[in-house]
């Protein structure tokens, strides 16, 4: 039998006497708080790249799905330029974010330290390649998981070395085992940061790196001019609007309930009221499915409710549409009111606990574009749009009964979404690319991408002032005069303000831009 690549280059390290991991590793004793842990050289990496290949070899990986990376920064001036590559694989942190945020248990980290996937167990639902900062876990399209370095485990099992270890020519990459204790209260910040990378504290990388003495101040990802849109998740897109929607209708029944009981209100909310709160939700929580690798396991996405927000989020939001579909029965039965009453008050603050877990989905350090207190704002501001279904309807079945209280609690709502979307777009302007700060850079780049689907953003602009805050306007004038004009303008009003919210959720996926490690000038990071 021929071969491998990897063998061949082995063999002829082995021939030619160069200097690097062998076969057989001479693995340290873990001792009592200790694990396993990746040492880099950057001293030493050339940047053959060695290391990818054979990780890929030895993981049967295709060409774009890299479990290690080889990324470069360049500073200095002409006739002195320096150059630094980091080879990153992993980290195999003490708090992985990819672990705590998956919603099926997927992830093991193993008494040895070492980070493990548990692939039969994925949905492939993408949350943990959102979560880590280093941009660590990879989709694999032809599997429909999640796939990522597990330090090739079942090889230091026989005491061999990882691949990349053993690939590497200069010997740059080493395993070594680490006091977690020592290094969290000692050796973190000195020795767990390189160029261009998110600060070792956020995950508590593990990861040891030797710097050369001195690297220029200017140091540059050579990546830097790659700017690409991330994926338009087109599923999520439909699911957190139509949820959004469904719960800001929900608030309007139940504040509608209160008032009618308390003689303050003339409109008696009935079953269609309900239904049109309901079905919001019930067609857009199916669709979330459409958004996983393997959608026939979407239930098993309740397992971790002790730190994932995405089962916080699945949970509560089913518990909503039950809860929600109850309520729609209490009025088709003509059941009893207090009884019906207190089921909306339990169905409501399930829905309001529900958006606010699905907005802390996305309040994650590795993506600043939404690591911010305007998405939560923003989540709940789409609820306007509950408010003029239920107005909508009202104007269509009963146009008799006044109207201005629904219109005018989602004009004051509309108001409150339109100056949090105002602030998003000024804070994300306000970062420089030419910052030191990772994530002021990620904002940076997140800002140009907004300029690149300028017209997308005026679009949303111009529908949304037009059709969210002038025509109910323009309704609450022409009450009295029309009510055929009025339910036309309001139906209208509806519809395209679903549309402008549809533009700013699409911007909201393609302009995020995740923390990461630089990559090649060619090739560019190529996870983003």
């Not at 320096?82 to 193993?110: E, Q, R, W």
């Not at 699905?358 to 939560?376: D, E, G, L």
């Not at 690149?452 to 949304?464: A, E, G, T």
Request: charged share 15%.
């Amino acid at each position: 039998m021929s071969e491998t690549p990897l063998e061949s280059f082995i063999n002829y390290k082995a021939d030619t006497g160069m200097q690097c991991g062998n076969y057989s590793i001479d693995l340290p004793e873990l001792g009592e708080n200790e694990q396993y842990r990746f040492h880099f050289d950057a001293t030493k990496c050339i940047g053959c790249r060695c290391c990818e290949v054979a990780c890929n070899e030895q993981n049967n990986n295709p060409a774009d799905i890299k479990w290690r990376r080889v990324g470069e920064m360049e500073g200095g001036e002409f006739g002195s330029v320096s150059t630094l590559f980091n080879s990153m694989s992993c980290n195999h942190c003490v708090d992985p974010a990819c672990l705590i945020g998956c919603p099926t248990n997927a992830y093991i980290k193993f008494d040895n330290g070492i980070v493990f996937h548990d692939d039969p167990a994925c949905i492939g639902c993408s949350y943990c390649t959102w979560n880590c900062p280093y941009s660590v876990p990879t989709f694999h399209e032809e599997r429909s998981i999640v796939t990522k370095c597990h330090m090739c485990h079942e090889r230091l099992d026989v005491g061999q070395s990882p691949a990349c270890v053993q690939a590497c020519p200069s010997g740059a990459i080493e395993i070594e085992a680490v006091n977690i204790q020592e290094w969290l209260q000692e050796d973190i910040d000195k020795q767990g940061n390189i160029e261009g990378v998110v600060n070792a504290r956020v995950t508590n990388s593990t990861t040891r790196f030797t710097l050369p003495e001195k690297l220029p101040s200017d140091l540059k990802a050579m990546d830097e001019h790659h700017i690409k849109p991330a994926h338009p998740e087109w599923p999520l897109v439909f699911m957190t609007l139509l949820t959004q929607i469904s719960v800001g209708a929900f608030l309007a029944l139940f504040l509608g309930e209160l008032l009618y009981i308390s003689g303050l209100s003339s409109i008696k909310p009935d079953i269609s009221f309900a239904l049109a709160a309901l079905i919001p939700a019930a067609v857009g929580l199916p669709l979330s499915a459409l958004h996983l690798g393997r959608p026939i396991k979407a239930l098993s996405a309740f397992k971790n409710i002790k730190t994932s927000w995405l089962s916080r989020e699945g949970l509560a939001l089913a518990l909503y549409a039950s809860y929600a579909t109850v309520v729609v029965a209490f009025f088709y039965f003509e059941l009893s009111t207090t009884i019906r009453i207190i089921s909306e008050a339990v169905a409501l603050g399930l829905g309001l606990y529900g958006i606010h877990a699905q907005a802390m989905i996305y309040r994650i350090a590795a993506r600043p574009s939404w690591n911010r207190h305007v998405t939560n704002m923003k989540f709940f501001g789409v609820g306007y749009v509950g408010f003029y279904i239920l107005a909508t309807l009202l104007l269509f079945t009963q146009s008799s009964l006044p109207v201005n209280t629904l219109i005018t609690a989602g004009l004051l709502i509309a108001l409150a979404h339109l100056f949090f979307t105002i602030e998003d777009r000024r804070q994300i302007a306000a970062n420089t690319l030419f910052s030191d700060d990772v994530s002021q850079k990620s904002l940076a780049k997140t800002a140009k991408l907004y300029k690149r689907f300028n017209v997308i953003k005026n679009l949303r602009m111009v529908l949304f002032l037009t059709a969210s805050i002038l025509l109910p306007l323009l309704v609450l004038l022409m009450l009295e005069q029309s009510s055929e004009v009025s339910m036309l303008l309001m139906l209208t009003a509806l519809l395209v303000s679903f549309i402008s919210e549809i533009c700013d959720r699409w911007l909201f996926y393609v302009t995020t831009v995740p923390l990461s490690m630089p990559g090649g000038f060619f090739v560019g990071d190529q996870r983003h």
